[in-house]
């Protein structure tokens, strides 16, 4: 196992009723925004419930922070912070509004253009406190100091954190989720899965616990999901999820292990060209990502191959190939797609890819910087 330092100082408050706790996690004399979406939440109810645990509280509110949040959009409500003096900013929905909340509470002290935060990653040496109402399981940002953000103006997608950006708190309520359309639903199983394996699918270093833990995730969304897509309203299946999403991006089976995440900034790009949802770009790039660095994983695979899908037959390489074949049925299985094609997109974008790739210095991606590139570029082919 490698060396490590872990930290993760978020309360997690999970349960049915639990928004109606909220008083107890921000101190009745702040003046709080409340940041949200495009409205899913004034229709499920969770805006009400919301407001009503608030009541006596000074309470603000910013909505339409869009799925894959824009820059543009954070610098208004950056702006209404500053005039309306607010303490504390309450990020009430899914990662998107989550990480979008992460970007409005580092830019409000911070001096210049806050854009310089993820284009420069000028440090963050201040940050507003803020907490979340998690409405879908997927990122895990209701536990991690990381986030993602779009510009339009120049359609880039780029990632930044800093320990000072973890929620307070994060409350888990899994009935928040009960309204999810059954295509987000699928999206953020995906997008667990994938983030289980971007730290999972590397190469070995002795460390079962990980590993196990890993397994354990993938697991329990290979034997939820079908129950998840049959129906919306059980508690335990949503439940599961939702604490699977948590678990694969806290940090905990990323540490003292390599990890890869060259599937994430590939399909990042596939967002910021052709507006792609987050999960659908992970399940169309990784399947050609295992299959083009196949000989690096190999090993981790087949590992996967015999714990995760029961494959116990043939060399290390079928059951790798095998793990993928598994991997890219499972996708397929909950109605997500796993090719661009059937997106209706081309290839007319990968050399602004790989070019930017390039410019950006990301020379090699990928837990032993193998991913290049020209292997970008490969991985982008085999993804039509
Ligand atoms: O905007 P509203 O009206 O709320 O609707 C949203 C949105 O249209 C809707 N939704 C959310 N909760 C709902 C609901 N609809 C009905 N009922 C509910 N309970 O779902 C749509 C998608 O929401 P979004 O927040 O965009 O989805 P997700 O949670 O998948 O977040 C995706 C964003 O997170 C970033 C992605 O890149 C993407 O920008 N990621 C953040 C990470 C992190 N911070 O660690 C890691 C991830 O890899 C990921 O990159
Ligand atoms: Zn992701």
Known sequence: MNSFEFYNPVKIVFGKGKIAELPKFIAKDQRVLITYGGGSIKENGVYDQVFDALK???VFEFGGIEPNPKYETLMKAVALIRK??????????GGSVIDGTKLIVAAVPFKGEPWDILSKKAPIVEALPFGAVLTLAATGSEMNSGA???????????????PLLFPQFSILDPTTTFSLPSNQVANGIVD????????????????????????????????EAPK?????????????????????LNGL????????WATHMIGHELTAYHGLAHGVTLAIVLPSLLRTMIDEK?????????RVWGITKGTEREKALAAIDKTEAFFQSLGVKT???EYGIGAENFAKIVTRFEERGWKGLGERRMVTPAKVLEILKASL
Not at 151 to 157: P, S
Not at 299 to 304: E, G, N, S, V
């Open 84 to 93: 309306e003096k607010i303490d504390f900013v309450l990020a009430v929905g």
């Open 339 to 341: 090719k661009l094609t």
């Open 56 to 58: 006596g509280y000074t």
């Open 253 to 260: 089976i990323g540490v003292g292990v390599p990890s890869d």
């Open 228 to 248: 998840a897509m049959a129906s919306r309203n059980d508690y335990d299946v949503k439940a599961n999820l939702m604490w699977s999403a948590t678990m694969a």
């Open 298 to 306: 190999q090993a981790k695979l087949a590992q996967m191959a015999e």
């Open 192 to 223: 667990t899965f994938i983030h289980t394996t971007e730290q999972y699918l590397t190469y070995p270093v002795n460390a079962p616990i990980q590993d196990r833990t890993a397994e354990g995730i993938l697991l329990t969304l290979i034997e």
């Open 148 to 162: 993602v953000i779009t510009r339009n103006e120049t359609k880039e997608k780029l990632a930044f954190g800093s």
